[in-house]
Structure formats: structure tokens, C-alpha cells
């Protein structure tokens, strides 16, 4: 949590990583098949990264998985008396100290530190400013088994990692002073809208320009400065914000008055060039325009919606 890369590491390529724990042990406990007859000198450990993350690739030797738009995250797990081990991976003995034996007959649960340490990678696949938060993501769950021979159930994990946090790039930017950018359409007659869907009603389009400023992005920087449009709710073909008027949508144009999809589509900025201290200025103008969502007449009423326009310095 807290992490902070240089202007010089927050490009497409770098990697870093840091150490994560959650304590020295956890309690765990191993079954024979023998019952309380015997014992077994290691755990072998496989792990398994989350199903929800789609591998991205190998880097050094790590495999990494698609967390966001920005990072891809690779891991590498703490394992008794080995050190770290890359994941994911199969049947990997631990090795105890001295003439360490695990007995079948044990009765209180063993106290297990594998799994408790990790190495989480990063690699940045897209530059971004500012702060990068990471919600709490599972990447890897951790399974032992008392031979090879003995197959792992996938029921029983020993322990799972979690990441949360945030990664923060010196760079930053600020759109319109870092205040909230209005739309009002003022009173529109239902009869405005067609019953043809996605067809806006013009003649209440909006235009605004609003102001980009950045800064730490370095002496003379000739980065470019690139911005997009989310919607918090976009329509199924991402043409549309859908709003909390079940009829009503809104259409995006960038300043050249071109509709963009609302899940990402670019709005091209206006950027003046860099100062010697690494300061940017400049704008982006975009309209809205309200629209039929589904070729019905709206109900009279309020309606709102809302969104993200996000900053990505391009190198």
C-alpha cells in the first residue's frame, strides 16, 4: 500500500516489485491416508493463480496476469526453507530445518509460514499519472499435499493472497481544477425525443471546454497527453450513457464533433508544450447531447447520469 514509482520507472516495460506478508505462520493441519500411523519429512506445495486474471506473459522469468488497464501482476510465494518460489507451480517440497519430521499422529496443528510472504511483481503495460488504486484482489491460493503421489484437493486451500493498495506516479494531472464538470440540458419536450434509437436530440447539445494541467512530467517533457471518456453506465454497443431516466441516453462528441463510444473512446486534447520544469497546460472540448435509449417517449422527470474523463501520459 502506499507504493510510489519514479517519473523515470513509469514507462511501458518497467518492473518492480515489493514484499507482502500477513505474519510469521498459520496455524494448518495435514490428514494421512495411513491415519495416525507414520509421519513424512515434507509439504509439497502447489499453487494456483486466480481463474479471474488471464495470463499476460513472462518477464525475467516471472509470470505476469492482467490486473488492470495499467499493470500486470505476477507473483512469487515464500516457501519453507526454499525462499521464493514463482507461481504458479506444482508439488514444490518445502525443506525443514534439521531432522524435521511431520508425525500422523500429531494432535495440535502444525504452525506453517509457507504462504505467509510473497514477492508481488509489477509490470507496466500503459503509463498513467497520479494515483493508480488497487482494490483487494485475490492472485494466488496455495495448496499442500504430504507426497507427490497424493493428489491436491482443490477444496481444501491452505491459504490465498490477496493484494490491495495503491501505486502512485509522480506525474499528475488535474482536469477543470479537479472539479466536477455540469450538464444541464434545462427542460427538453418528450415529444423531442425519437423513436428511433440512439437519435439525439441536437438541439440541446452541450459544449465545454475544460481546463488539463500537469505537472512532474519532467524537464522538457515531450510527452503526449491523452484523455477518455467512461461512462458509469454505458449502453450494451458503448454508444450511449445510459441515465436514470429508463428512455433517455447521452451521446459524446469530441471537438471535432464526432460521436466516441462512452467506455474509453478518446477525446483528443489541446495541449500547449512543456515548460523546463515538466509543467503542461492546456484543454479538452467535448459535447453531450441527450438521446433515445430505446425509441420510447420518456416519462417526464429528472433524469442524471455520470462519468470519468480519464488523463494517460503517452510516451
Do not use: W
Amino acid at each position: 500500500s502506499g507504493y510510489l514509482i519514479t517519473a523515470n520507472e513509469n514507462k511501458v516495460g518497467t518492473t518492480f516489485n515489493t514484499t507482502v506478508t500477513n505474519g510469521s505462520s498459520y496455524p494448518g493441519r495435514c490428514h494421512c491416508d495411513t491415519g495416525n500411523v507414520g509421519e513424512f519429512p515434507y509439504i509439497y506445495y502447489t499453487s494456483k493463480i486466480n481463474q479471474a486474471l488471464t495470463y499476460a506473459g513472462v518477464h525475467s522469468n516471472i509470470n505476469y496476469y492482467d490486473l488492470n488497464p495499467n499493470l500486470d501482476v505476477g507473483i512469487a510465494i515464500d516457501i519453507l526453507g526454499v525462499g521464493y518460489v514463482n507461481a504458479p507451480f506444482e508439488y514444490h517440497a518445502n525443506n525443514p530445518s534439521g531432522n524435521t519430521k511431520y508425525n500422523c499422529n500429531r494432535i495440535e496443528p502444525l504452525s506453517i509460514s509457507s504462504g505467509a510472504k510473497a514477492i508481488v511483481y509489477f509490470y507496466i503495460k500503459k503509463t498513467f499519472a497520479g494515483k493508480l488504486i488497487i482494490p483487494e484482489t485475490k492472485i494466488v491460493t496455495l495448496y499442500g499435499t504430504i507426497s507427490r503421489d497424493t493428489p491436491v484437493d482443490y477444496s481444501q486451500p491452505m491459504a490465498d493472497v490477496y493484494i490491495r493498495g495503491d501505486i502512485t506516479a509522480p506525474q499528475s494531472c488535474e482536469i477543470n481544477n479537479l472539479q466536477p464538470v455540469y450538464f444541464d440540458f434545462k427542460e427538453i419536450p418528450a415529444a423531442d425525443f425519437s423513436s428511433v434509437v440512439g437519435s439525439a436530440v441536437t438541439t440541446h447539445k452541450i459544449t465545454k471546454t475544460v481546463t488539463i494541467e500537469c505537472e512532474n512530467l519532467g524537464i522538457l517533457n515531450t510527452d503526449d497527453i491523452s484523455t477518455s471518456f467512461y461512462a458509469t453506465e454505458p449502453n450494451t454497443d458503448n454508444s450511449m450513457v445510459v441515465t436514470s431516466n429508463s428512455n433517455v441516453g447521452i451521446k459524446i462528441y469530441d471537438k471535432n464533433n464526432k460521436e466516441i463510444k462512452v467506455n474509453g473512446g478518446e477525446l483528443p486534447t489541446d495541449m500547449g508544450k512543456s515548460t523546463v520544469y515538466g509543467e503542461k497546460s492546456g484543454s479538452v472540448t467535448f459535447s453531450a447531447a441527450p438521446a433515445s435509449l430505446t425509441g420510447a417517449r420518456p416519462a417526464p422527470g429528472q433524469f442524471t447520469a455520470t462519468a470519468t474523463i480519464t488523463v494517460e501520459i503517452v510516451r
